[in-house]
């Protein structure tokens, strides 16, 4: 079965910076969007980021625009989200989550369009 597991959590200050990684496993990353989403308490989970499986194009939330990069490394069937500039409302468990399907796989920020998900890493953002 696809297999994702996301890593590199953790708490930083506001203005500070962290790169969560995605780990894809029984899957070729290859032809698969992978897409970034968060979830804060008592709010609905949101797309942050993707990036395609044809071409590698990327996208972007309005809120994470140009402190937030995406990029994927096929050899290590890894994608990862590189967040600077932290703020105290991008703090919410961050989950990756990828799918094949032909209306997907160009990239997509709905989190209903994605099949596979990984269990979610929490960053938290506090001074």
């Known amino acids: 079965q696809v297999q994702l597991v996301e890593s590199g959590g953790g708490l930083v200050q506001p203005g500070g910076s962290l790169r969560l990684s995605c780990a894809a496993s029984k899957f070729t990353l290859d032809y698969y969007v992978i897409g970034w989403f968060r979830q804060a308490p008592g709010k609905e989970r949101e797309g942050v980021s993707c990036?395609?499986?044809?071409?590698?194009?990327?996208y972007y939330a309005d809120s994470v625009k140009g402190r937030f990069t995406i990029s994927r490394d096929n050899a290590k069937n890894t994608v990862y989200l590189q967040m600077n500039s932290l703020k105290p409302e991008d703090t919410a468990v961050y989950y990756c989550?990828?799918?094949?399907?032909?209306?997907?796989?160009?990239?997509?920020?709905?989190?209903?369009?994605?099949?596979?998900w990984g269990q979610g890493t929490q960053v938290t953002v506090s001074s």
């Open positions: 989550a990828t799918d094949q399907r032909p209306m997907v796989v160009g990239g997509s920020l709905d989190k209903y369009a994605y099949e596979y």
């Open positions: 990036i395609s499986s044809n071409n590698g194009s990327t």
